[in-house]
């Protein structure tokens, strides 16, 4: 029996995430530029298509950063950054938003360069995306389908877009050889912790805030995000104000005590834990001990899960073309989170999700057409 084109355009996209989502879309419509309809796409997932775009940015779903500078918006990688520097010039931040667009998801702009739904809604943006690919005859989605190497062994395309929740032995299994999943974007837990819980420091490194047991907020993301791949315990210093201009200010203020000179840096209770000679006259105390005041140097033991949690880790960039096409495996592609590629918070992790999807559909679709 002849197959039929449908037959033999047959695309799997396993996993459906926010990278699996996106890249059907981009397939669909891709195709329908060029009045193509001869493909089906099977999209397989073991829970709830796009189920974890609704906890993101705290269910508002902050979808990109406004960073103009292509190669500004990739540092914020600590892995993938080269890889998605030339990603971003095919499929960029500003792209993204155009093609939200014309799904009808208007967006808007934080101070702080966030991107979110003007609907602040995840939901909202999940059954937008859904319903576009729900009209479709040729597009079937199959839930709680547990996804392995065999499931999707009858697809002639296959792209993979299962997540860095999901397993190492999955990526093993289409014969790639990935980099261990290790978590980031992270609370850190702190060595003989004795600083003032629930404070809050904003210091040149970046802002943080105490725990019960450690510090958490924007720099102690980005801590665990560099730090991903050490081992605990492992030291870090930061940066809490500009020593010169303490030690200007106790020249200023040779009477006055060194706690209260410090404390118009960093606040008081985080001061008197910091500067053992708090009461003391600060012109008694040395150059060299003052300018200590502004490090805080601290040991690691562990991490702790809170907001946005992302994975380091996973297909080895190595062995992936700049489409995301297997260098190994024929006809097989990966997109999103499953790559060893992380951003920092603030829009970073859904933008790779977008950026990778689409150049896997468009290099799909061209593999089809051409
Ligand atoms: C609480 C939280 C808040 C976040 N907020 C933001 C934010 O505001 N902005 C931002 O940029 N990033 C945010 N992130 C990160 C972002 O959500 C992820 O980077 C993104 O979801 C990754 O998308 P993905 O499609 O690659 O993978 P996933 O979202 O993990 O989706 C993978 C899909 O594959 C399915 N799957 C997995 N294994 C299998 C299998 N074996 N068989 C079949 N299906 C399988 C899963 O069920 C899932 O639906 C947040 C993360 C968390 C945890």
Redesign the pocket.
């Known amino acids: 029996m002849e197959l039929s084109c449908q037959d033999k355009n047959k695309i799997a996209i396993?996993?459906?995430?926010?990278?699996?989502i996106f890249c059907a879309i981009s397939i669909v419509k891709l195709f329908d530029d060029v009045d193509f309809k001869d493909y089906s796409i099977t999209l397989?997932?073991?829970?709830e298509?796009l189920?974890?775009?609704l906890?993101?940015?705290g269910g508002r779903?902050?979808l990109s950063n406004s960073i103009n500078d292509i190669r500004d918006f990739a540092s914020n990688y600590p892995r993938g950054e080269k890889f998605l520097y030339s990603i971003f010039s095919r499929f960029s931040n500003f792209d993204t938003l155009e093609f939200f667009k014309s799904l009808r998801i208007e967006t808007y702009t934080q101070s702080d360069g966030r991107i979110f739904p003007v609907s602040n809604s995840a939901d909202d943006v999940r059954n937008k995306m859904l319903k576009f690919l729900k009209s479709r005859k040729n597009i079937f989605f199959k839930k709680k389908?547990?996804?392995?190497s065999s499931t999707i062994n009858d697809y002639n395309f296959k792209i993979i877009?299962?997540?860095?929740?999901?397993t190492e032995s999955?990526i093993k299994s289409f014969k790639h050889n990935p980099v261990p999943f290790k978590k980031s974007l992270c609370a850190l837990k702190i060595d003989n912790f004795i600083y003032p819980k629930g404070v809050s420091v904003k210091s040149i490194d970046g802002d943080f805030l105490f725990t019960e047991d450690g510090i958490t907020g924007p720099l102690a993301f980005k801590i665990s995000s560099l730090n991903a791949f050490l081992d605990f315990p492992y030291e870090i210093s930061i940066k809490l104000f500009d020593e010169n201009k303490l030690i200007e200010l106790a020249h200023l203020n040779p009477k006055k005590s060194a706690g209260s000179i410090v404390s118009k840096f960093i606040p008081k209770s985080l001061a008197k834990v910091l500067v053992k000679t708090y009461d003391k006259n600060i012109c008694e105390i040395s150059e060299k001990v003052l300018r200590k005041y502004s490090v805080l140097n601290l040991t690691v033991t562990g991490i702790r899960n809170c907001?946005?949690?992302?994975n380091a880790g996973g297909v080895n960039l190595d062995e992936i073309d700049k489409n995301c096409k297997s260098k190994l495996n024929q006809n097989l592609w990966f997109c999103?989170?499953?790559l060893n590629i992380d951003g920092y918070c603030g829009?970073?992790?859904?933008?790779?999700?977008w950026s990778t999807a689409y150049i896997v559909a468009k290099n799909v679709v061209e593999s089809i057409m051409y």
């Open positions: 396993a996993g459906c995430g926010p990278a699996g397989f997932d073991k829970s298509h189920k974890t775009l906890v993101t940015g779903c902050n389908a547990v996804l392995n877009s299962a997540g860095s929740r999901s999955l907001g946005e949690i992302v999103g989170e499953i829009g970073f992790n859904l933008q790779n999700c």
